[in-house]
């Protein structure tokens, strides 16, 4: 599952809930790395951009951590 949510409170939110949700079960959980300006919407980004945020993706556990 990959999580390509805005960089807000209400995208981290979702983030961490569905992950304690799915927690021990066969799924690996990751989200798209954050190329995209702190703040900026997903809908604005050009596809570059957001092909490289799909390849340098994190795992949640990783990003949760932050």
Known sequence: MIFALSPNI????????VQKKLSG???RIT????GIAF???LEYADELT????LQNRL???KYMNR
Request: no cysteine; hydrophobic share 25%.
């Open 39 to 41: 703040g900026g919407e």
């Open 25 to 27: 079960k066969n799924v």
């Open 50 to 53: 957001l092909g490289r945020s």
């Open 10 to 17: 209400q995208g981290d939110t979702t983030i961490y809930y």
């Open 31 to 34: 989200t798209i790395a954050r």
């Open 59 to 61: 795992p949640v556990e």
